[in-house]
């Protein structure tokens, strides 16, 4: 792939900040959108708007047939058995409170373990405090590497008899690391428990094939893939979600209603009360179109060749501090400027037109692992280059020298 | 974007050498406040007597700007009133509006530039805050 030309086709990066071409570094907050998804939007909108599973009209059918098309299209994107196991939620954050309101109303009782990570983005993680806190279920968490990594030893000696569900990121917004997933799904079900595994960073960029990874929960966002904010997807193995029940109620997921009770829609549908996202579900449907155009392996790829160099450039300022595993990381990388403090760094490379994160990136907990109060972020997507990594390596050399100056 | 706007060299000398830093270990009002957006963190510690701000200091973990303004603030209470203070409180969230105003104290001026920086805005208000529920705290 020719990442040149693909920048080409996300109209946002041909302008200038604050002076200079801009330089997007904050894929992992949000990706950029391609010119395809935008005009999936608007001839959604010009053409086809109509409320879905209901009209009999030319535009309800029109509407219906692009909101369960992109719905085929994201069962196969992940090798799911079925569109049955495909759920759209908002994003990935209600995907998993989804699962974990309804583990806490129907599975966890006082005793139960709930098994965590120390990197576990908030979304992964207040939704388990939560069930916990609702159950009297305990929250355990497997220990990290010194580089930020998770040993399958570790998975094992944490899990028991009495976990009922491992949580667990594939991939880390903040280190990198990319964890064993796969592994740990089967370790989980050595002991009965199921795993859920948080695709917000992973689906982006690498092949995933659910069937494979044998995970019974996987949750992602479409805006973080090319496709617009809040629309994303719970899949969930199906022989599960049928034992769910539904957490929110209303029209759409229903099936028979009288005066005092009612029976819900089978799946996916018990789960999408409500008039759904139809125009994000179409967007989203574009954007898996665009990425698998551009092949998921060569997308891994090219994130790779632009983190090995980032880490190469990086390396060489002097006070720099990486975190993170150097090997097997996923396409961002993690970093503090000697004393700067992130948010003087981010507002520096903003002056210079480059974008990065700056924060805790929603990741307390493992900020205190980190001892760290913040960390800057700059993370790759497949519209990033080579000359990207170069402008952010020479606006981090002037705020090291505008802050040396600073402060001595 | 001038980067001088921001960075002036009144708050550099604040973040390099801040005022008031450390902690009483008499009774003295304290509010731990943090904001939840970046991680930025201050423990302030006001000691009033007789409705007046005798001495004032702070510790914390920030940038540049929310450390240099809480040294700046620390500085310029001590010794006012607690209405003097919260007026002062009210005329800082004017500067960050981008309003003209004055201050007794004018290293605070210096922090004018920040509100051409909106993202910055919240990390120059956290001691600010601090300070208005600090003022709360000592009245009751």
Known sequence: MNAAQIRELFPILRQEVNGHPLVYLDSAATS????????????????????????????GTRA????????????????????????????????INLVALSFARAVLKEGDEIVLTPMEHHSNLIPWQQAAKATGATLKYIPLQEDGTIRLEDVERTVTDR??????????????????????????????????????????????????????FYAFSGHKMCGPTGIGVLYGKKELLE??????????????????????????????GGTPIIAGAVGLGAAIDFLEQVGLDEIREHERRITDYALERLSEIEGLSIYGPRRHRAGLVTFNLGDVHPHDVATVLDAEGVAIRAGHHCCQPLMRWLNVTATARASFYLYNTEADVDRLVSALLKAKEYFGHAIG | MQLDDLYRRVIMDHYKNPRNRGKFD???????????????????????????VEDARFVGEGCSISLSSASMMTDAIKGKTLDEALGMADRFSGLMKGEDVQFEYDDLEALSGVSKFPARIKCATLAWNALRKGIELARQ
């Open chain 1, 32 to 59: 950029q959108k391609p010119v395809s998804v935008i005009e999936a939007l608007k001839r959604y909108y010009e053409w086809d708007n109509a409320n879905v599973h209901r009209g009999v009209h030319t535009l």
């Open chain 1, 64 to 95: 219906t047939e692009a909101y369960e098309g992109a719905r085929e299209k994201a069962a196969k994107f992940i090798n799911a058995r079925s569109t049955q196991e495909i759920v759209f939620t908002r994003g990935t954050t209600s995907a």
């Open chain 1, 163 to 216: 976990t009922r569900i491992v949580a667990m990121t594939c991939v880390s917004n903040v280190l990198g690391s990319v964890n064993p997933v796969k592994e740990a799904a089967a370790v989980a079900h050595r002991h009965g428990a199921c795993i859920l595994v948080d695709g917000a960073q992973s689906t982006p960029h690498m092949r995933i094939d659910v069937q494979d990874l044998d995970c019974d």
């Open chain 1, 243 to 272: 034992r769910m029940e539904p957490v929110e109620f209303g029209g759409e997921m229903i099936d028979h209603v009288d005066l005092h009770n009612a029976t819900w829609k089978e799946l996916p549908w018990k789960f999408e």
């Open chain 2, 26 to 52: 008499d009774d003295a009002v304290t509010i731990e406040l943090n904001n939840p957006t970046c991680g930025d963190r201050i423990s302030l510690q006001l000691r009033v007597r007789d409705g007046i």
